[in-house]
């Protein structure tokens, strides 16, 4: 059971460039879910999904985009990368919205320079 | 406005003594209190939980204590042991949010 799955694991970007970060689970779970880890700030939510066809925001959405066209992924896309995207990246999903059990996948590190 | 605080970054502790790992939150409307632990290059991995209607909650060497009252939580682990060195992350559920909220999480450092 792979369970959540990111890629890449590592991605160097030039401002400006744009990239997606892939986010996929086999749990069939219902509720996906993107967070940034910075240095002192723990983990801070970006963008949620509780079903496809469905998104919204977080607490830090400024400057990325995500959809989900099905059940197993959800995309995060960073139009026009900044330095201050510079982090590691977690994908997260449970069974549903209000559910304490998250899994996380093992992360991607972006640097922006 | 930080909703859950963790205040302290690290904690050393001995191989085979308790680590008490704290966390304050500001919301009396929370449902759910939990811990995560993360390894270095990893993902965090759900510890253990508890809701709000109990004060206690045990699994094997982990308990979470909850004092309503206080808005405090606590992770004790007994004995601890080289393995659970790791950042500890305190997360709440609840309180009109979509999804847990994160302390910024403490480094448990378990001493041989």
């Known amino acids: 059971n792979a369970g959540v799955t990111q890629t890449p694991k590592f991605q160097v970007l030039k401002t400006g460039q744009s990239m997606t970060l892939q986010c996929a689970q086999d749990m069939n779970h219902e509720y996906m879910s993107w967070y940034r880890q910075d240095p002192g700030m723990g983990l801070r939510l970006i963008h949620y999904?509780?079903?496809?066809?469905?998104?919204d925001q977080g607490e830090v959405p400024n400057g990325y985009n995500v959809s989900r066209s099905t059940t197993e992924d959800f995309p995060l896309r960073l139009l026009s990368a900044a330095p201050s995207q510079t982090s590691v990246y977690f994908c997260a999903s449970s069974r549903d919205t209000y559910n304490e059990k998250l899994f996380f996948g093992s992360g991607t590190q972006l640097s922006v320079l | 406005d930080q909703q859950v605080k963790q205040n302290s970054p690290s904690l050393s502790v001995q191989e085979g003594r308790i680590s008490i790992l704290n966390c304050d939150y500001t919301n009396s409307m929370f449902d759910y209190f939990l811990w995560y632990k993360k390894y270095p290059a990893e993902g965090p991995t759900f510890l253990i939980s508890i809701s709000s209607i109990k004060d206690k909650n045990e699994d094997g060497r982990f308990t979470v204590f909850l004092n309503k009252s206080a808005k405090h939580l606590s992770l004790h682990i007994v004995p601890s042991q080289p393995g659970d060195s790791a950042v500890y992350f305190c997360a709440v559920l609840g309180g009109g949010a979509d999804g847990l909220t994160f302390g910024k999480g403490t480094h448990l450092i378990i001493q041989p």
């Open positions: 999904s509780v079903g496809a066809g469905i998104t």
